[in-house]
């Protein structure tokens, strides 16, 4: 008894220790981040858990003896893992080099999402084709699993990668850019509140630059987004729509064609590996 809890707290200290590693990222990226608020620090939370989370995913796959449980483990390891790196790393490394355009930012974040919710969907279906067909070839259930991943993966997330300035060139953002330059124009001559109807109008008098004609109901709709920050929600709401749908899409697949049996992968190894 004494040794076996020994040996459990022994793999405990050891599991403690590498995930030092990953957690000490987000705490040095909490440390040199100057703009750092309290009311945000789930996001550190959620990077550190990641971590976590990555590092048992990893001491279970050094575990493990049966290869179809070892690629579930190393599947979720990835996912985990790289969710938990990447999230500081784009916060230390503009420091590190000296910049601080905000496009880095948003161009790392724009990237990030689609491979985390590629990651997820993989770990999530290769999981359920595991379960499925035990007895196939690890490849052959690869290869079935980016087919399924990839039919929804690539229609929705193509334009983030074919066009690095997809989400500027967005129907919401063009119109909210012509509804800006209006603004601007109407303040500019005295009118500091104006009317939807006064911008809808400004829009379509505009000479020069971008000129987009917007009725007086689009302005309503695109106004309450010109106000300060507000304008990120409009930015990043198609990204956002792609990783919603791709997690309905994975969802919907698990519990579609989950077998009853999905809890019992089985753990050839009943104690992390020394």
Known sequence: MTIRVHLVLKAFLKLFLWSLVPVGLTIVA?????????EKVYIPLITATSSLLGTISLFLFRSEK????????LNFCILFLGNGVVGPLQLIIPKWVE???????SLVYQYHMPVYFLSLSVSVVYL????????????????VTFLVVGVAWVPLYYPYFSNPRFLNET????????????LEK???????HPSAGEIAFTTSDATGGEV????????????????????????WRPLWRSCALISVFTVVFMIGFSPSDISGIRLEAHTLKR
Request: glycine letters at 2%; a negative charge; proline letters at 4%.
């Open 212 to 235: 987009r004609t917007l009725t007086e109901t689009r302005v309503v709709d695109i106004l309450p987004y010109a106000q300060e920050n507000d304008y990120a929600i409009l930015f």
């Open 66 to 73: 049966y290869a179809g449980s070892r690629a579930v483990f």
């Open 30 to 38: 909490v440390v040199l981040e100057p703009d750092f608020r309290w």
């Open 128 to 143: 359920v084709i595991e379960c499925m067909w035990r007895k196939s070839k690890i490849l052959g259930k690869y290869l």
């Open 171 to 182: 129907e919401d953002m063009q119109d909210l850019r012509a509804v800006w330059n209006a």
């Open 186 to 192: 109407l303040r500019a001559n005295d009118r500091p």
């Open 99 to 105: 910049f601080r355009d905000i496009d880095f930012h």
